[in-house]
């Protein structure tokens, strides 16, 4: 019986794998405001360090606006990486985000799911040699730090099969479940503690102004 030979792992620059889109000018996106009906655009800001969004302060832009702005629409598993200020954050798109937007500081990586999945991509950007590698690309002349397009582009990226890619990926979410779960657990503590302190000096503060 003959066994079944496993791809072999190779390096691919990233515009290779994906496809990667430099968000909208400022001036595309006339009257992004909070509280405003209309489509969300994500900013380095609305991306957690747990590699999600967070849409509580999110700005939107008007559905005119947004009409003309459809090749910055995003699609679930799309990559948003920031690109100004906070460089090399990155969220990986999911059913609530889809269709929305992605702001002037940010790239869009779009990966071809046939040769990368999009899971292995976000955590291998994370790694600290290739954080620095594309990092260190940025502009730094400038009052905010800009990372050009092409840095990222041409960054090197390590993809084994996809088997391989699957199990690290599973095996990154896993550990970040557990991170949040414990970040979730001690937030708890903190209250109680902060409670607990109330509690057992409630008879300390009854008169303020007594020495």
């Not at 609305?46 to 999110?58: A, G, K």
């Amino acid at each position: 019986m003959r066994t079944r030979e496993v791809p072999p792992s190779r390096t691919y620059r990233l515009a290779e794998l994906c496809e990667i889109t430099s968000g909208p000018s400022g001036q595309q996106l006339e009257g992004l405001a909070t509280n405003l009906e209309g489509v969300p655009v994500i900013s380095p800001p609305d991306l957690t360090t747990e590699h999600q969004v967070d849409p509580r302060n999110i700005k939107r832009v008007g559905f005119g606006t947004a009409a003309g702005l459809e090749r910055f629409r995003l699609r679930e598993r799309d990559l948003v990486y920031v690109r100004q200020g906070t460089l090399g954050r990155r969220a990986l798109v999911g059913p609530a985000e889809a269709t929305w937007l992605f702001g002037a500081a940010c790239l869009r990586i779009r990966p071809r799911a046939h040769m990368i999945l999009p899971d292995y991509l976000l955590h291998y950007l994370g790694h600290p040699l290739v954080h620095e590698r594309i990092t260190s690309q940025a502009n730094r002349s400038q009052a905010v730090e800009t990372l050009p397009s092409q840095a990222l582009a041409t960054a090197l990226v390590f993809v084994p099969p996809i088997e391989r890619q699957r199990t690290i990926a599973g095996a990154m979410s896993g550990i970040g479940t557990q991170i949040e779960a414990h970040r979730q657990l001690i937030a708890k503590h903190e209250v109680f503690r902060l409670g607990l302190l109330t509690d057992l000096l409630s008879d300390a503060f009854d008169e303020p102004g007594r020495p």
